[in-house]
């Protein structure tokens, strides 16, 4: 058989053996994992099959082979020498309880030797400590034991992949790439892992533990085989490269990295690294926004924001033509997105978030330069270039250079501190690389030791308050042996049932009392579990002894449905049984909102552009909320149009159909499936006038689009980079709103003698005759306030001279704080240097307004930190103006009156 020698041949080539072998071919998941808070990307082929190794659900088929989308954030600083990758493809074949060791070392050799011509004398075999199981596996097989090497924890066993889950012992095949006469096995320090020689290419792990958040390893309820081989690395070893970057998966992105030559010193190695690196990058971070990731300050979104200004500040090192990485992106939605169609259906998205990026991250390099360039004017340290310095990076390099400690201001004049350097690079985005080689020109060294430091205690930091937080144990539902719920709330919202489980603080119950709250697990249920957006059904559960109130459903475990209960009259024990009834009312509207959700998706896709997708919602019974990927608010007109879009269809009565087909038939038809749901091989899909609307979705729908009533967006706005938010209202909820928005416009009509046609006219004529009035009394109040400045009690009037800065304090009587700035910019401009200080009594509480003219070196916001102490309030503001309030206003007089002493004690 001929050997691959192309991306394409090699994954064909994986999947098409193993489906030989009866394996189910299915399609990656996202990088963004599907209901596992323990992972913040996808990093291994199993990862998506989790729920099939620990038995929580029942696999499509016992056999599973898959081409896995993986990310590693290890790798990030290591991309650009021969192996290392950000994104790559793994090769898997998994069993579930079916095939286990022998059958996986025998296909895995087979398909290494016979499939992709290895040669067998250049294939090393490592192992677990005591699996001597697997080492007989091998000798059986025909491989000699000098070719067995056996390891411990840190190599050959693997998982879980995240915080919990399945693991197990491995044996991994390492390949040979030193010349076959160097063969050296006397030498303790040779074989794989320990030489370089050696590149694990394929490896088998036999998943028989669950390991909990506790780190406890339980047996699986069966053996499963979980097996992984990169496929950019192994295409490197098929075609006798030693990097990946020579491969097909790479030429093209090189080539397309545009760039000048270089006025660094660097030579063509560095400039091959930095194209590597743009092009990794490029190419990872292509995958992360089409699946979902935005970029952000927090979680994936900073994973994703890191891999762009990492390629960005490599690119600036050869002088790299932007847009930088918009080009990698083109070049991999052409060469994958038959494999992976979301890069080219979010193609224009993609590269609009790139460019963006590089952007905003183009603004933030202007100002950390600014701001270092600052910091080096108040060390004396002459710059040669010319950069102008806003009066913001002044400030901000006076702030860093103030808390650096007094002792160490001699050595820090020719070192930037450790602080500054971090402040600049996680206040300011501003990259210690950049900080680095900006230094070295100057002539300044970096305190590396300390910033590492700083770096490491914010990292502590942020691990105490990470989003991702270890997943509670599930392991009170999982040890209860109980079948999946049975759900009937599609057909009917009544029925009976048995009681399963009571469960209440953590603890399984037999018998549970009045007024007491509890989980509820019973063999069939209509109440609608949340998920994907919907939220749970309530209702009522009741038989001749006992009233319930159920509260909220959830799933918990599996397919195990929780009933958030409250028994209200009576007893209940397990092997009870139940008549339940969904609140049909609230299930209606929900039903109603949650189509609604179906067609703002599909109107907005039709209007806006196809490269929106929905990135999160939520059904609710009063109302709808729609998140989609977006980078611009909508307009009024379009959001016009989208609600025109969405009422035509409704008006139209459309059906609205249902229909259960496999995941990976109905996304080859075209059907939308979302960021983070979690889909089973057997789906659900709802189609209104397919193909306009054809989504995958286990939620409760209309039968015909009509029912929804009438549909009015209510707001649209941002949520983030990239995401946009709609709020929207149907049916009843529409109508009550409208009987509202009557009410009123005709209570106003009333008030202001108008009617529909003219209320307009009038309100505008009103509204210019209130602003001419209120600019007659802001003029009175500010000639009322000049008089009151220039006619005060000594006690309320004060001038001195602090440090060369001539001080003006006022107290002053304003009806608002508009007009004490007002009356603040007054006294500042009655000064020709100096600071001007007033205050006054505003809704019971003592306020007060401190304003510096441009010369002065005391700032504004150090006063009023000062002040704010004195008088037990708040404040804050910039250099020039700044504010202090307080509560009780008994306080301002003598603020006021001993201001002089307060300033003089504090800048003597």
């Known amino acids: 058989m001929k050997t691959p020698k192309t991306a394409d041949d090699l994954r064909d080539s994986f999947l098409k053996y193993f489906e ?67 994104f790559f493809e793994m090769l898997g074949n998994f069993s579930f309880g079916d095939y286990f060791k022998n059958e996986a070392c025998a296909w895995a050799l087979e398909y290494m030797t016979e499939i992709l011509n290895f040669d067998i004398n250049r294939l090393f075999f490592t192992i677990y400590n005591d699996d001597d199981e697997a080492k007989q596996i091998w000798l059986d097989l025909g491989i000699s034991e000098k070719y067995i090497y056996k390891f411990g924890d840190e190599d050959n066993w693997w998982g879980p992949a995240g915080d919990e889950g399945p693991c197990g012992p491995c044996s991994e095949i390492h390949y040979y790439q030193g010349d076959l006469n160097n063969l050296d096995f006397n030498n303790p320090n040779w074989g794989p892992n320990l030489h370089e020689d050696f590149i694990e290419l394929y490896n088998l792990v036999f998943t028989q533990f669950y390991r909990d958040i506790n780190s406890k390893d339980t047996p699986l309820p069966f053996n499963n085989i979980d097996t992984g081989m990169g496929l950019e690395r192994t295409l490197a070893v098929l075609t006798n490269n030693k990097t990946v970057y020579k491969t097909d998966v790479f030429s093209e992105h090189l080539s397309n990295v545009k760039y000048k030559i270089p006025s660094k010193n660097l030579s063509t190695k560095d400039i091959e690294i930095v194209k590597r690196i743009i092009a990794e990058h490029g190419r990872s971070a292509s995958f ?202 599609y057909e009917k919202l009544k029925t009976s049932s048995k ?51 159920i509260i909220d459903t959830i799933t918990a475990y599996g397919e195990i449905y929780i009933h958030k209960a409250k028994i209200t009259e009576g007893s209940l024990s397990v092997g009870n049984n139940l008549n339940l009834t969904v609140d049909g009312n609230r299930r209606e509207r929900i039903r109603r909102n949650h189509t609604a959700t179906h067609l703002i998706h599909a109107a907005l896709r039709e209007i806006v552009g196809i490269h929106v997708r929905q990135s999160g919602s939520l059904v609710h019974p009063n109302y709808l909320r729609f998140d989609f990927t977006n980078m611009q608010a909508l307009d009024n007109k379009t959001l016009q149009s989208v609600e025109d879009r969405v009422n035509d269809v409704i008006r139209n009565n459309l059906p609205v159909e249902v229909s259960y087909t496999t995941y990976d038939k109905a996304i080859k038809d075209g059907a939308l499936a979302f960021f983070g749901e979690k889909y089973d ?58 009987r509202n928005n009557l009410y009123n416009l005709n209570e106003i009509m009333i008030k202001m003698n108008a009617s529909e046609e003219n209320i307009i006219e009038k309100f505008n004529l009103q509204n210019e005759i209130l602003k001419k009035q209120q600019k007659k009394i802001e003029k009175l109040q500010e000639e009322l306030t000049e008089l009151s400045l220039g006619n005060k009690r000594k006690s309320d009037n004060q001038e001195f001279i602090i440090s060369d800065t001539k001080f003006s304090i006022s107290k002053v009587k304003v009806p608002n704080i508009g007009a004490l700035r007002k009356a603040g910019d007054t006294l500042r401009n009655n000064l020709s240097e100096g600071v001007a200080i007033v205050g006054s009594i505003i809704d019971n509480k003592p306020i007060i307004v401190i304003m510096t003219t441009v010369n002065v070196k005391i700032a504004a916001n150090d006063i009023a930190s000062i002040i704010s102490k004195e008088i037990h309030g708040g404040g804050g503001g910039n250099k020039f103006t700044a504010q202090v309030g307080g509560k009780d206003p008994s306080k301002l007089d003598s603020i006021i009156s001993n201001l002089n002493k307060i300033l003089s004690e504090h800048y003597k």
């Open 288 to 489: 992360l926004i089409a699946d979902g990731v935005i970029p952000e300050n927090t979680g994936r979104g900073y994973v994703l924001r890191r891999l762009i200004r990492r390629a960005i500040i490599n690119g600036i090192k050869i002088d790299a033509s932007f847009p930088i990485l918009s080009p990698i992106a083109n070049i991999s939605s052409k060469k994958l997105s038959h494999i992976y169609p979301e890069l080219d259906e979010k193609l224009d998205f993609i590269k609009s978030i790139l460019d963006t990026e590089e952007e905003k991250f183009s603004k933030t390099l202007n100002f950390g330069t600014q701001v270092l360039y600052s910091l080096f004017k108040l060390r004396n340290i002459k710059v040669k270039e010319s950069i102008e310095m806003s009066i913001d990076a002044k400030d901000v390099a006076k702030e860093l250079y103030k808390n650096i400690d007094n002792v160490n201001k001699k050595d820090i004049q020719k070192t930037i501190s450790g602080l500054e350097a971090f402040r600049l690079y996680d206040t300011y985005g501003f990259p210690i690389e950049i900080t680095e080689e900006i230094c070295t020109k100057s002539g300044l060294d970096i305190d590396r030791k300390s910033f590492i430091e700083v770096m490491n205690q914010q990292k502590n930091k942020s691990k105490q308050s990470s989003v991702f937080i270890k997943a509670n144990s599930m392991k009170i539902f999982s040890e209860l042996n109980i079948k999946p719920t049975e759900f009937v709330g």
């Open 681 to 738: 091989h057997e789906v659900r899909t709802i189609k209104i006038d397919k193909p306009w609307s054809y989504e995958l979705c286990g939620g409760t729908h209309m039968s015909h689009t009509g029912g929804i009533g009438l549909f009015k967006i209510i707001s649209e706005n941002g949520i983030g980079s990239g995401n946009r938010r709609i709020l929207a209202l149907t049916g009843i909820g529409t109508e009550t709103m409208v």
């Open 20 to 86: 030989t072998k009866n394996h189910l071919i299915l399609p990656s998941s996202s990088l963004i994992p599907s209901g596992d808070p323990s992972l913040l990307l996808t990093n291994s082929g199993m990862a998506q099959f989790k729920s099939y190794f620990s038995g929580e659900k029942d696999p499509p088929n016992k056999r599973i082979t898959t081409a896995q989308k993986c990310f590693r954030t290890t790798d990030i600083e290591e991309v650009g020498d021969d192996t290392h990758l950000t």
């Open 499 to 549: 009681v399963l489980s009571i469960i209440q603080n953590e603890k399984n119950l037999q018998f549970i009392k009045t007024k007491e709250e509890f989980d509820l697990i019973i063999d069939k249920t209509p109440f609608y579990a949340e998920k994907g957006g919907q939220i749970g059904d309530s209702g009522i559960a009741e038989n001749d002894n006992c009233k319930i109130e």
